[in-house]
């Protein structure tokens, strides 16, 4: 199976090219990516233990999903189709903020990406894809601040960022 592709986008969002995605990664370049954030009737969010074998990341805790919009994907059809992937349901999202952030990683790759929050509601399990999720729960927005405050290390690096400067926008 070939790499899955990028797309490369300049600081407005427009696509300027497509890489691989370990290339993209390995070289720091801002590419299109999503973060979806879904939450139940409680207003708990649901987030996620990163598989242990990921590439970058692996078993820190984050939102409920992330990935990468392929060429010709809208954000929402993205993170649909990534939820389901990853979490086993898919649930209608909308498309709120999208900001640019950048963080290098030990492993020498850096995470340079545009990143749009897409945020939806969902009352049952997850039937969680264990090559994707290691773990997950749901968790009250207040007790998930204040666990990042004093456990910063056991969170992703874009989750914490989207957490403390966009805290409101993710508020349902």
């Avoid at 407005?12 to 939450?39: C, I, T, W, Y």
């Avoid at 790759?109 to 773990?135: K, M, R």
């Amino acid at each position: 199976m070939p790499e899955e592709l990028v797309i490369l986008v300049n600081e407005n969002d427009e696509q300027v090219g497509l890489m691989p995605k370990m290339e993209a990664h390995e070289k720091g370049l801002l590419h299109r990516a999503f973060s979806v954030f879904v939450f139940n009737e409680k207003k708990e969010l649901l987030i996620q233990q990163r598989a242990w074998d990921k590439y970058h990341s692996p078993g820190l805790w984050t939102n409920t999903c992330c990935s990468h919009q392929r060429e010709g994907e809208s954000n929402i059809e993205a993170g649909e189709r990534r939820l389901m992937e990853e979490m086993g349901f898919t649930t209608p999202l909308r498309d709120t903020i999208s900001f640019i952030y950048k963080a290098p990683f030990d492993n020498g790759l850096t995470e340079h990406e545009y990143d749009h929050i897409l945020i939806g509601d969902f009352n049952e399990e997850p039937q969680v894809n264990p090559s994707e999720v290691a773990s997950c729960k749901w968790v009250a927005l207040d007790d998930l601040e204040k666990d990042i405050r004093t456990n910063p290390q056991v969170y992703t690096a874009w989750f914490k960022i989207i957490f403390e400067k966009f805290y409101k926008h993710i508020l349902v």
